[in-house]
């Protein structure tokens, strides 16, 4: 699904209509193995932005690099 951010209202006035696009299928990038993933498009570039596993307290995670992909249509 695309990442659409609603409009909110502001207090005590009608809340703004958002009406996003519907889910569509897209296959899954061969060697991606975590999820959820979020399909990033820059300058007509597609990138799969990966949700990297929470590190543990005062760690520092090193998560995989942003790889690209075709871009859903």
Do not use: F, L, W
């Not at 193995?33 to 995670?61: E, L």
Request: net charge positive; charged share 15%; proline share 19%.
């Amino acid at each position: 699904m695309e990442d659409i951010r609603c409009p909110t209202g502001k207090p005590g006035q009608p809340m703004p209509t958002c009406n996003p696009p519907a889910a569509r299928d897209y296959t899954c990038p061969t060697g991606i193995t975590s999820y959820p993933i979020t399909i990033v498009m820059r300058a007509g570039t597609c990138m799969v932005d990966i949700v990297a596993a929470k590190c543990p307290p005062n760690m520092h995670c090193n998560p995989p690099p942003m790889r690209r992909v075709t871009c859903p249509e």
